[in-house]
């Protein structure tokens, strides 16, 4: 195999399709995972020809579960608040993705507040503030007003399904704020390595703004961390007539 690299990466791309329109189960997804796993150990010790092609199982198994329990996270009594005026308390699970017209978050949720009832849930909200305010780390712990809500499928085929999107994420549905002044810091948290790996990342993006461009440090930061809010618009056009959006949008997912 000159690519084994490629072919194992078709395989979990295959087993994440595989469970998105079939919409496995977590707990046949992960039977099939581990009997994939068996195999797989089985061959190595005998010296299977087929090797290849039971690695492939793995990872396509490996896909699928994974997909399966973003799907499932997915399924969340927040989805009970559609159309509603809500609170929620909630912590921020990464990055902020800074946009020109927006600042978008995601947040692991809580509790919900509404009509004054407050209800411990689970769920992850994309959140999406329009005021250009202060800007939330990740790790700290948010009350957050807004509007709850879940995006329609795409009336015309083939079109972006951005509920979809949000789904293969483990989010459950979006959070609309007017005013920076909706949130409130409850407290700071997040764990030690992923504050370290994103303090890596800062200086990085700071290194590219020091020493490129402009548009070449943003559409490089697009490709290697997925933040496409810097890349100018007639950039982002052009990446969408040639298809080379998928691969910002890959990152990010």
């Known amino acids: 195999m000159q690519r084994p690299l490629v072919f194992l990466v078709v395989a979990l791309m295959i087993g994440i399709v595989g469970a998105s329109f079939s919409k496995t189960e977590v707990t046949a997804a992960l039977l099939t995972a581990v009997f994939a796993l068996l195999l797989a150990g089985i061959g190595v010790l005998r010296a299977w020809r087929f090797n290849a092609w039971v690695l492939f199982c793995v990872c396509a198994c490996l896909g699928m579960v994974l997909t399966s329990l973003k799907l499932a996270a997915v399924d969340s009594p927040l989805l009970a608040y559609k159309g509603k005026s809500v609170q929620v308390i909630g912590s921020v699970m990464d990055r ?5 017209e927006a600042t978008f978050y995601k947040l692991e949720v809580s509790k919900i507040v509404h009509n004054q009832e407050s209800k411990s849930v689970s769920g992850v909200l994309r959140v999406k503030v329009k005021d250009r305010g202060k800007v939330f780390d990740y790790g700290d712990r948010l009350s957050i007003t807004g509007l709850l809500s879940v995006p329609e499928p795409p009336g015309n085929p083939g079109a972006f399904d951005y509920r ?50 402009k548009t070449n440090a943003a559409v490089l930061k697009g490709i290697l961390f997925g933040t496409r809010g810097e890349i100018p ?7 969408n007539e040639t298809g080379l959006v998928h691969m910002t949008q890959a990152v990010k997912q």
């Open 164 to 213: 979809a999107w949000l789904n293969r994420q483990g989010i459950s549905a979006t959070l609309t704020v007017n005013e920076a002044g909706a949130i409130k810091v409850l407290a700071k948290g997040g764990h030690p390595l992923l504050q370290t790996a994103y303090g890596v990342r800062d200086a990085l993006e700071k290194i590219f703004d020091q020493t490129l461009s």
């Open 233 to 239: 618009q007639d950039i982002q056009l052009a990446f």
């Open 96 to 100: 902020p993705d800074v946009r020109p």
